[in-house]
């Protein structure tokens, strides 16, 4: 870790990651997958310490390397050590989102930082043939690395590949929390039964994760141990983005074919996340290998197997909830999903 807070003092308030070096195992390996040759101009976002740029620019050439940092500090920092070291790159301040058409177009673009979303302007500032590699994450994990080649069209395609978690980019956070963002006392949520275990969407098992992340691309989960109310041991809660619609999921500590659903908004959240997982499971229980995501200039579509004639059922499924009403507790802590993941 080489930042917390951005950079800001958080004094006695809570204390989390915003800049570190990575693992020299995933560098590796995305240098390997990037295949940087000399003479390419590569467009590198995040410098962080400035040691993985030394390494493109070592490969690619004196002055053929950009790098992009977000942070003022962490930039002069870096600029600092390539000058020290000899190595020629051009390092930019500013958000690695727009990415840097002044020396466009490049050959490869690499993010050390996480996504969401791919911006628009890293597919218009790659060369047709070009590749841009970037880590990936959804609300719901944080988890993958995507591999896109761009054509001649003006679009980028490829596929994910599994075992990657990077801090994500500044500008697409999000800082929710349950109980101050999403919940309110006044909420009558609907009442409803669940046979599939909470801990199957939101547990150890990281394809699983995945797969419901790119198909609920808008919604996030956290635990809940022991909430203080009466016959829950443990409660999941899952919620949107724009923190209206939730559902929680409430384990008694005893029976695991059996689980109470509350849900509350416009969305059934819950029904939601149960035909993501049927749609998985239905799909033979895909990893992140098999998945792939196209950026056109109409949007994003992920896609199943190279996009083959199964990949075409939709990723997304929604069905009508059984419901009743009965009294509600929510328990009384607050808790926040969205550190940052690194």
Not at 19 to 32: D, E, G, K, Q, Y
Request: hydrophobic share 35%.
């Amino acid at each position: 870790m080489t930042q917390i807070n951005d950079g800001k003092d958080p004094g006695d308030g809570e204390r989390w990651a915003s800049s570190s070096a990575s693992a020299p195992s995933i560098v590796f390996r995305m240098l390997h997958m990037l295949d940087v040759h000399e003479g390419h101009r590569v467009l590198e976002i995040g410098t962080g310490t400035g040691w993985n740029a030394g390494l493109l620019a070592h490969v690619a050439g004196p002055g053929n390397v950009t790098t992009m940092e977000v942070d003022p500090v962490l930039a002069g920092e870096a600029g600092e050590r390539l000058r020290k070291e000899g190595v020629t790159a051009a390092v930019v301040t500013r958000d690695g989102a727009e990415g840097y058409p002044d020396n466009a177009p490049y050959d490869r673009l690499v993010a050390t930082c996480s996504v969401r979303s791919v911006p628009r302007p890293w597919v218009d500032q790659v060369k047709p043939g070009g590749v841009i590699l970037t880590p990936w994450e959804s609300p719901w994990v944080c988890y993958g690395l995507l591999r896109m080649t761009v054509d001649e069209t003006g679009s980028a395609s490829g596929p994910f590949s599994p075992h990657s978690a990077f801090m994500l980019m500044r500008n697409q956070r999000t800082d929710l929390r349950i109980f101050r963002d999403v919940v309110r006392d006044d909420h009558q949520p609907d009442e409803s039964t669940t046979t599939l275990p909470p801990w199957r969407v939101a547990g150890d098992d990281l394809a699983a994760q995945f797969a419901m992340g790119l198909q609920l691309r808008d919604v996030w989960w956290t635990w809940h141990d022991n909430p203080d109310v009466e016959g829950v041991a443990s409660r999941l809660w899952v919620a949107t983005t724009d923190a209206t619609s939730w559902a929680a999921v409430d384990w008694d500590g005893k029976s695991d074919d059996r689980f109470t659903v509350w849900q509350h908004g416009p969305r059934r959240l819950w029904n939601e996340v149960e035909a993501a997982y049927a749609w998985w499971v239905l799909h033979d229980r895909p990893g992140p290998e098999r998945f792939g995501l196209t950026v056109s200039a109409t949007g994003e579509s992920a896609w199943l197997d190279r996009r083959s004639a199964r990949s075409r059922d939709r990723l997304t499924r929604k069905t009508a909830p059984p419901v009743r009403r009965t009294p509600w507790r929510t328990g009384g802590v607050s808790l926040c999903p969205d550190t940052p993941c690194g």
